[in-house]
């Protein structure tokens, strides 16, 4: 099993969108994947046709255990998707009071790491969204992957936030054994604008260790497959923004590879 998240703590700057859209190409390969939303808004879990104000079982249900999480409890909150290749673990809107709750108590950083492991043999890779905030869901997702992506807007306000996320970043290996691998994935560029292409030649100066070089063009067909509700690539394979998401897919994969072989 491989888990990535996807965190930013910039809002609407993607991330939903990579998530669905990896797990979605991942799908189509033949791998089972499993994606877990981690924002109390639920944008993954409306995306895949459930109602986060109305779900009455989320991954909100795996924090109600002092931090531990019983045996097939994460079986029992999965739900189906639209691909028949990808399993959620939906988020509810009672997320929202988690952070509050556990920020008093401590101890639950560790919540999807171990709801993972009761998975293990049942996906061969995880997609963690997370809330473009710092709490208790975003350290969760840190912990429980092996890479992370963030999402980078190419407009102006965007590398503010990049040097926030960098710096939780910094902070959360603190408590790691080996630094967590990054990648940065300009989204939403517009070739026409100076500020996309500002912001990506600013990248490429400053982060260009952990940037993949090419971006994620401003495409409606993203939109589109959201509003129906079906990964990307079951809308339009060869959709623009599909074929960056493929390419970006490529890269990861065979970073991950590298790391892998590096170890072994
Ligand atoms: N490359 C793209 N081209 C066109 N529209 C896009 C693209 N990427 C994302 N969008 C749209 O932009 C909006 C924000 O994207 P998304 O929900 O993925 O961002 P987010 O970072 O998850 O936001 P939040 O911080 O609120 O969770 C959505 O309506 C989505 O459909
Ligand atoms: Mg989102």
């Keep these: 099993m491989r888990v990535w998240a996807v965190a930013n703590q910039k809002g609407g700057v993607g991330k939903t969108t990579t998530a669905v859209a990896l797990a979605g190409l991942l799908a189509d390969q033949g791998q089972k994947v499993l994606v877990v939303d981690l924002d109390p808004h639920g944008s993954m879990t409306s995306y895949f046709g459930q109602d986060p104000d109305q779900l009455t079982s989320s991954v909100f249900n795996l924090f109600q255990h002092n931090g531990q999480v019983p045996e097939g409890l994460a079986a029992a909150l999965l739900k189906e998707t639209s691909h028949p290749n990808i399993g959620l673990l939906p988020s509810s809107t009672s997320l929202a009071t988690l952070e509050r709750q556990s920020a008093a108590q401590g101890g639950y950083g560790l919540v999807i790491s171990r ?34 992506i963030i999402p980078v807007q190419t407009e102006f306000l965007a590398l503010k936030g990049l040097e926030r996320m960098v710096h939780t970043l910094n902070m959360v290996n603190r408590s790691r054994k080996q630094a967590l691998p990054y990648t940065i994935v300009p989204t939403l560029f517009d070739r026409r604008t100076q500020a996309s292409l500002n912001t990506l030649r600013l990248l490429r100066r400053d982060y260009a260790e952990h940037l993949w070089q090419a971006y994620i063009p401003i495409d409606t067909k993203l939109r589109d497959a959201s509003l129906a509700g079906v990964v990307p690539s079951q809308l339009d394979q060869n959709a ?8 970006l897919l490529r890269f990861l994969l065979a970073q991950s590879l590298n790391r892998r072989e590096q170890v072994a």
């Design 115 to 148: 709801a993972l492991a009761q998975l293990w043999n049942d996906y061969q890779f995880v997609i963690i969204d997370s809330p473009p905030l710092l709490g208790v869901s975003m350290i969760n997702a840190l912990a429980a992957c092996e890479q992370l």
């Design 240 to 247: 623009r923004g599909v074929l960056a998401y493929r390419a």
